[in-house]
């Protein structure tokens, strides 16, 4: 990736940001929760960019788990999230033989 490219298009997604805030419409906030494999079993959370941090042994519980977090982090916040992303990663090791 070039990150020459990306500057820029980080800069028109501030100011559109900047623009959708005076304009006095409510702002979309997208929060993204990394969830891998618990080292005993189940699932643990944590949301990028935020210090929220769940687990939960089953998938429906984490997303319980997740929504009351993301409640309770927001509570006193003017801006909430209006949707959660639970972004599933799995990290597997493949040797590759020797030719």
């Given at each position: 990736m070039n990150l020459a490219h990306s500057r820029?298009?980080?800069?028109?997604?501030?100011?559109?940001?900047d623009a959708l805030q005076?304009?006095?419409y409510p702002i979309c906030m997208e929060l993204i929760f990394e969830i891998r494999d618990g080292e005993e079993g189940g699932f643990y959370a944590?949301?990028?960019?935020?210090?929220?941090?769940?687990?939960?042994?089953?998938?429906?519980?984490?997303?319980?788990n997740a929504l009351e977090a993301?409640?309770?982090?927001?509570?006193?916040?003017a801006v909430r999230p209006s949707i959660v992303q639970l972004h599933y990663?799995?990290?597997e090791l493949i040797p590759v033989e020797a030719a």
């Open positions: 820029p298009i980080e800069l028109i997604r501030l100011q559109f940001h005076d304009s006095g944590r949301a990028l960019g935020h210090a929220i941090f769940t687990q939960a042994e089953t998938w429906e519980e984490l997303r319980k993301v409640s309770l982090h927001f509570e006193e916040s990663v799995k990290d």
